[in-house]
Structures are given as structure tokens and as C-alpha cells.
């Protein structure tokens, strides 16, 4: 019985050993491929819902904040999402206000504790090699009941621009609470609608989208309505040191963990790579991007980029560096530090800067560098800066959904100071972002990059292991129980073995 038993193990890991070969080895074949032809997909976050946008108001799947969703929009399409709001209508108290009566002061702290400014965010990742021009980008915009829009400019637009470099971009809308002429302040249901915006000569293939919604909750008491006037807005002078290596990131969910220091990564010909960097209230971050030399012909501007992103994945400021074969350098413009009032600011920079939390750095190379110096890698070095003393956090009337996206906890400040990447609240699952089956896919791709030769080798270790096994269990068989054992000496001796 025991020779059976170790027959039919035998065979079946020669059968797992044949499967493993017919189907890894191929895989690590097309990811071998692939490594070499495209840059790494974007990775969405682990626990994004599927959901279909709805071509009109009435049909709109409604978001919950502190979910991720994953949706699909096509050429020049629009898609509309639904939310649930509260009533932001309440006008608060100030410093320079006194209350008439504690009744009305406890009134307004009460109304306070159920307004909430709310943030929705849109990816767009188109495929690798998807043709893309200047004015090709996704549209963002928060409406209420009656189409009126509760957020309007640039800001909620992000375009391709001059590099022309299909990549992730990211565009947002927002309700804000809390005192000011704004639309959108009443109880009820809004919409977010999503536009994709295509020109000439771009290609009609869909875009995949990652939804964000950040609920933040209104102030206890705001005791200002104007943004800092006063702050160190000049350039620091570069950030010098021994570079540390930290591997970027595909996607915010698997932004990968920074702390002050230089760093150095490699970077390929239509990469995306996203970092991120916790910056607490009362703190200023600078950051610059460098990338080393090559070898090649000619001159191609706007070559890497750089953006940053703030916690509700807002864009806050980029900058770009076109490239001729030697080292080119490009970096932020001076931040003001991290403060709530900075949302009343009139430009994009300061205003992006309202939030403690992680800052999200992405950095993409063009996808036309191949064309004059190869696919790379490049050498890519970050320069992080965060400047000045965590201040107190403001007093909010409720808690953040997700919680603590606007706070830097002990467990950023480890993650910064190891390089984990994004883990829980968001989204990720401390690789990079992927789900556990997308890891284990992976690993066994991996598998299939050790080759078929050594998979077969593989297959005669183990058959060498069950022959061992068989062998001891006839041994078994043949052996005399030790008394009052239960078990026989050579069978101790076959599992030292």
C-alpha cells in the first residue's frame, strides 16, 4: 500500500511539474516581453469596486468616501457618479465674532459637527503606446440637484501637454464647507461628472479610471477666512548627501515611502513612478528631480516630468526638463507651508498645500526617449526636503473619511523612514498596490523566468524527494514498534533525514 501511495505521488508531481512547465514558462516568456517593450501597467488599488458611469444623472452609481472604484470611459466620453452631501451651509464663527449666548454658540459647534467639505479624484490611465496629443485629458467636475457646478477652472483639468507622453493623470473637484460665497452648500445629491477630452490624430482606445472620494470635516471653530501672507518662500539650497536607493511605485496605491534624503531609482523610456512623502501641519516640502546622463543623439524637451499631489490626490504644482544626453535637473516650486487656511489662497500651488498627510511625487520619462537614447533604465535621483516643526493639527468637528488622510502618525513616519509601500487606508497591500491574487500571479511568473531547464530539474529533485519518502515508508512497514512507543526508531531516523 505504502509502494502505491508513493507511486501516485510521484506521478502527480511529474504532473504538477509538466503543468508548472507548460504554463509558467510561457508566462515568464511574455512578462520577459513585455519588461522589455512597455513600462509597468498602473497598479489599481486591491480593493477598488468595479462600477459602470452612467451617461446621464438619473443612473449614477452612488460613491461612498473612503472607497476606491475602477471604471472605464471612452473616446470624448462623459460619465456621471453619484454622491450624498450634507448640509455645508452653516456659517461659523470667526475669531473677530463673539457669541450672542452660549445657546447659539453651542447651535453653531452642533451644525458644524455635520458639514463636510468633500473631494473626488479621477485617474486616467490610458494603455502604453496609446497615441496621445497636447490637448487630450480628463475633465473633473462636482454638480448638485440642479447642474449648477460647484467647482470651476484649471484646476479640475489635467492634459498630456507638451510631451504628448501617455501616463496616468489625475484631475479633482471639490464641495467646500465652512464660511464664503460658495454653490453647493445644501443637504442632498450631487453628481461628479468625468470628461475625456480627445483631439486629432489621438487613439480611440478606452481609458481605464480610479475614483477617489475624501470626506473632510468642517472646523469647530475657523478663525480664519485668508490664506498666510507671510512665509519662506525662498529656494533652499540643494539637498546634498550619500543617495539611498528606493524603487518607485506604479500607481498612488503602491507610492512607495520617502522620507528627507536623496534617493535614486532607475527609470524607463514611458515610466510612471509614484513616491510619496509624509508632510505634517507647519511643514514645508521641496523636492527636485534629477535625471543622469546617456548616451544617444539629439534633444527632446520635456522629457521627465514630476508633479505633486496632495492627499486627496489634488494636483499641487509640476515641473518638467527637456533632455540632451546630460544630466538635467528640474524641481518645485517654493511651497508654503502646511496649513488649513491655505485652501482660501486664489493660486493652485498654495491652496493644494491645506492638508497634512502624504504627498504624492510622480515622475514620468516621455515615451518618445527611446527614439533618441534607448529604453533606459535612467538614472533618476530625488532630492525630498521637509522643512520646519509639526505644528498642532486644527481642531476639526469629526473624523476624516479615510480616516487619518489628514494626519502624519508614528506609522507614516516608519513607513517613510523603511520605504513601505501604500498599505490599508490606501488602498494598497504593502507591495505595491496589487491585489493577492495579482501577487501571486506574479510570483509565479517569476517562477517561470528561472527557465525550462531548470524546471525539469526541478521536477527530477522532487521525484529524487518522494523516492526518499517511499523508501522510508517501506522501511516503516518493516520495522518493530518500540514498546510502549507508539512509534518505531527507524521511522525517527527516516525523518532526521
Known amino acids: 500500500m505504502g509502494r502505491r501511495t508513493g507511486w501516485w505521488r510521484g506521478r502527480t508531481v511529474l504532473a504538477g511539474a509538466a503543468a508548472l512547465l507548460s504554463v509558467v514558462a510561457p508566462a515568464g516568456q511574455a512578462m520577459t516581453a513585455t519588461a522589455a517593450d512597455t513600462p509597468p501597467p498602473y497598479r489599481f488599488a486591491a480593493d477598488a469596486e468595479r462600477i459602470e458611469g452612467a451617461t446621464n444623472t438619473a443612473d449614477a452609481v452612488r460613491l461612498t468616501p473612503g472607497r476606491y472604484y475602477r471604471s472605464t470611459i471612452r473616446d470624448n466620453g462623459k460619465l456621471y457618479y453619484g454622491l450624498r452631501l450634507d448640509d455645508a451651509s452653516t456659517e461659523f464663527s470667526t475669531s473677530s465674532t463673539s457669541s450672542t449666548s452660549s ?69 479633482w473637484a471639490s464641495r467646500r464647507a465652512g464660511p464664503g460665497a460658495y454653490t453647493c452648500k445644501g443637504a442632498g445629491t450631487y453628481t461628479v461628472l468625468v470628461e475625456r ?49 528606493r524603487e518607485g511605485g506604479t500607481s498612488f496605491s503602491g507610492a512607495r515611502s520617502l522620507e528627507e534624503g536623496v534617493w535614486k531609482d532607475g527609470i524607463r523610456a514611458g515610466q510612471t513612478l509614484f513616491y510619496r512623502v509624509p508632510v505634517d501641519w507647519g511643514q514645508q516640502l521641496d523636492a527636485t528631480a534629477e535625471l543622469g546622463p546617456a548616451s544617444g543623439d539629439g534633444y527632446l524637451g520635456n522629457a ?101 488622510v489628514f494626519e502624519v502618525t ?32 506574479m510570483k509565479a511568473v517569476a517562477v517561470g523566468g528561472i527557465g525550462t531547464g531548470s524546471v525539469l530539474v526541478l521536477g527530477l529533485v522532487m521525484w529524487t524527494v518522494v523516492a526518499r519518502r517511499r523508501a522510508g515508508a517501506d522501511a516503516r512497514e518493516r520495522a518493530v514498534p518500540v514498546a510502549g512507543g507508539g512509534a518505531s526508531r527507524t521511522y525517527g531516523r527516516s525523518r532526521a533525514r
Open 103 to 171: 445657546t447659539s454658540s453651542a447651535s453653531s459647534a452642533s451644525d458644524a459637527s455635520h458639514a463636510s467639505s468633500a473631494y473626488v479624484s479621477a485617474t486616467a490611465v490610458p494603455k502604453p503606446g496609446t497615441k496621445v496629443t497636447y490637448s487630450d485629458g480628463i475633465k473633473v467636475s462636482l454638480q448638485d440637484s440642479d447642474g449648477h457646478r460647484c467647482f470651476s477652472g484649471d484646476a479640475g483639468i489635467a492634459r498630456f501637454g507638451p510631451t504628448e507622453s501617455p501616463r496616468p493623470l489625475t484631475a
Open 410 to 441: 508614528a506609522k507614516d513616519k516608519d513607513a517613510a523612514a523603511s520605504g513601505s509601500a501604500a498599505t490599508g487606508g490606501d488602498g494598497g497591500d504593502g507591495g505595491d498596490g496589487g491585489s493577492s491574487s495579482e501577487n501571486i500571479a
Open 304 to 404: 521627465l516630468v514630476m508633479a505633486l499631489h496632495n492627499p486627496v490626490r489634488a494636483l499641487v504644482d509640476d515641473a518638467d526638463v527637456g533632455y540632451d544626453g546630460s544630466r538635467k535637473r528640474t524641481g518645485l516650486e517654493p511651497l508654503p507651508p502646511v496649513a488649513y487656511e491655505n485652501r482660501f489662497a486664489v493660486d493652485d500651488q498654495a491652496g493644494g498645500m491645506r492638508f497634512a498627510g502624504w504627498y504624492y511625487l510622480v515622475v514620468h520619462l516621455a515615451e518618445e526617449m527611446s527614439d533618441k537614447f534607448g529604453d533606459g533604465p535612467f538614472e533618476l535621483t530625488l532630492r525630498v526636503r521637509v522643512r520646519g516643526t509639526a505644528g498642532e493639527a486644527p481642531a476639526y468637528s469629526g473624523a476624516a473619511v479615510p480616516r487619518d
Open 197 to 245: 477630452t480627445s483631439g486629432p490624430g489621438s487613439s480611440l482606445d478606452d481609458w481605464e479610471l480610479e475614483l477617489q472620494y475624501v470626506s473632510e470635516p468642517a472646523l469647530e471653530k475657523v478663525t480664519s477666512t485668508a490664506a498666510p501672507q507671510v512665509w519662506d518662500s525662498a529656494s533652499p539650497q540643494a539637498l546634498d548627501g550619500l543617495a539611498r536607493t
